[in-house]
């Protein structure tokens, strides 16, 4: 009898956590996860082969208290071992938390190669060469990973390798291409207070003011000193490392609040500063040294996470603004913001999307009088797509004869007119990961008011400080 009644106990709480299901409710935003919709056997009126395999995800999501145990097993992990019960998150000493994505740049492996760095900064500077076409002012900044910062903090069973990382080796080619950047880790490294969250991938408010104070004086521009600002330090602000780690852990971070009101509004509806699009306006006025002046125009900021605590400041100092995480770079929204000051806000880890994705924007046409060789049996490709008004050319260069700092030249030679164009040294498709990062290249090419003729299309490339031609791919009929 005792032993039936064991049997049954035991059943019993093998099905608590999947009978509990129907009255318990998770929180998967907060373990950086999508909720999926409970699976169907049948969709579309078509069986659904992959069933059983996401009904066996589905379950391992949802089951009753699953983060109540989950968040028990990484406090035993991290107290008794110091591990993490997450891979994306590594357990660093005194409490720190640091994202497992940013381990490649801490210990400075599977860096990108010289041609990679290079086209980086090449995107970043065609870019900045539309902006100014414009007459706008443009400027990049990239914000470092907390262990670039607080690696102090990191487990000593990582031990960096000797050599520059990929911001380093970005820093240096955007100097050689004249881009204009803003690096921002000595002024945030020499700050007394903590600029970081210690459970949070992002800086804080004192670190967000901070880095928006030196990108508004490389644009420039007079603004608020937060130096001279008041502020409390509140344990107020849920981090998300905290979170994936101990989802069902209240603990919080402190965070800075300044007193300073700020009176910008938001033109969209703003959830969130994480969404996707903010639009904010601000009819204020402000004070400085000299009387009152009127906020600065409009400003174009495409940005990823770190913009989140950066959105409130900078909005406070234009009188429009428009945030985007919209990838690829859309430079259409530059005439639709009428932005005078376009910033570009990338984190450090993510340096290499920039490879990932041409910007949408009109190839700038190129002088070029330089011979030319063409090259026998190029394995060079093209594919162009045409699209209100729009050609689009992409593919790849032959790798016998780039350099790794070549640019990549579209060549239309036609009968009568022969005209030259800059390309993107980057992959049409971000999610192509059969594409080759350091060779691939893309423009979208206006050809509305191209003069008619019968276009021949060519690559033209440097090797060894000679340009080659790859002759004959593809060719544009404009009549």
Not at 103 to 117: E, P, S, V
Not at 360 to 374: I, L, N, Q, R, T
Not at 417 to 431: H, I, K, T
């Given at each position: 009898m005792k032993k039936k009644l064991f049997i049954i106990i035991f059943m019993g709480l093998l099905l608590v956590p999947f009978v509990g299901m129907r009255f318990?409710?998770?929180?998967?935003?907060?373990?950086?996860?999508?909720?999926?919709?409970?699976?169907?056997?049948?969709?579309?009126?078509?069986?659904?082969?992959q069933f059983f395999q996401e009904l066996t995800d589905y379950m391992a999501d949802h089951f009753a208290f699953r983060q109540e145990l989950i968040t028990a097993d990484a406090g035993?992990?991290?107290?008794?071992?110091?591990?993490?019960?997450?891979?994306?998150?590594?357990?660093?000493?005194?409490?720190?938390?640091?994202?497992?994505?940013?381990?490649?740049?801490?210990?400075?492996?599977?860096?990108?190669?010289?041609?990679?760095?290079?086209?980086?900064?090449?995107?970043l500077k065609l870019i900045e060469q539309g902006v100014e076409a414009c007459d706008a002012d443009f400027v990049f900044v990239a914000a470092p990973n907390k262990n670039t910062l607080y690696g102090e903090y990191m487990p000593d069973r990582y031990v960096p390798l000797n050599g520059q990382g990929n911001l380093n080796a970005l820093i240096t080619s955007m100097k050689e291409q004249g881009v204009h950047y803003v690096d921002l880790r000595e002024v945030l490294s020499e700050q007394k207070?903590?600029?970081?969250?210690?459970?949070?991938?992002?800086?804080?408010?004192?670190?967000?003011?901070?880095?928006?104070?030196?990108i508004l004086d490389a644009l420039g521009k007079k603004h608020t000193s937060y130096e001279k600002e008041a502020y409390t330090r509140k344990k107020s602000f849920a981090g998300d490392l905290q979170g994936m780690l101990f989802p069902k852990s209240s603990k919080k971070d402190w965070n800075?609040?300044?007193?300073?009101?700020?009176?910008?509004?938001?033109?969209n509806k703003v959830v969130s500063t994480e969404q996707m699009e903010i639009r904010t306006e601000n009819k204020s006025v402000d004070s400085s040294a000299g009387g009152?002046?009127?906020?600065?125009?409009?400003?174009?900021?495409?940005?990823?996470s770190f913009g989140n605590a950066l959105v409130p400041f900078v909005a406070q100092e234009y009188k429009k603004g428009f945030f985007t995480k919209e990838v690829p770079y859309d430079l259409s929204l530059l005439s639709q913001s009428k932005a005078d000051d376009v910033v570009i806000e990338l984190a450090q880890r993510q340096i290499p999307t920039l490879l990932g994705g041409v910007p949408?924007?009109?190839?700038?046409?190129?002088?070029?009088?330089?011979?030319?060789?063409?090259i026998k049996g190029t394995t060079a490709t093209m594919e162009t797509e045409k699209q209100d008004g729009v050609l689009r050319v992409s593919g790849q260069t032959d790798t016998r004869f780039t350099d790794d700092d070549s640019p990549v030249y579209i060549s239309f030679y036609g009968e009568k007119?022969?005209?030259?164009?800059?390309?993107?040294?980057?992959?049409?498709?971000?999610?192509d990961e059969k594409a080759d990062r350091s060779y691939s290249y893309g423009a979208y090419i206006d050809i509305s008011s191209m003069p008619s003729d019968n276009y021949r299309l060519e690559i033209i490339t440097k090797k060894d400080r000679n340009y080659y031609t790859t002759g004959f791919l593809g060719e544009y009929v404009i009549k």
């Open positions: 318990y409710k998770a929180d998967l935003s907060i373990e950086k996860k999508h909720d999926e919709a409970l699976p169907q056997p049948v969709t579309d009126g078509k069986v659904n082969l035993v992990k991290a107290d008794l071992f110091q591990s993490s019960a997450n891979e994306k998150v590594i357990v660093g000493k005194d409490g720190w938390l640091f994202f497992e994505e940013t381990l490649d740049d801490y210990m400075k492996r599977n860096c990108l190669n010289k041609r990679q760095i290079h086209n980086c900064a090449r995107v207070e903590q600029v970081y969250h210690k459970l949070d991938t992002h800086w804080n408010n004192l670190g967000a003011s901070i880095a928006c104070e030196n800075v609040i300044y007193s300073k009101k700020q009176d910008y509004r938001y033109t009152k002046k009127t906020k600065h125009r409009n400003i174009l900021m495409y940005r990823d949408y924007m009109m190839a700038p046409g190129v002088s070029f009088d330089k011979d030319v060789e063409e007119n022969l005209l030259m164009f800059e390309a993107f040294p980057s992959v049409y498709d971000p999610m």
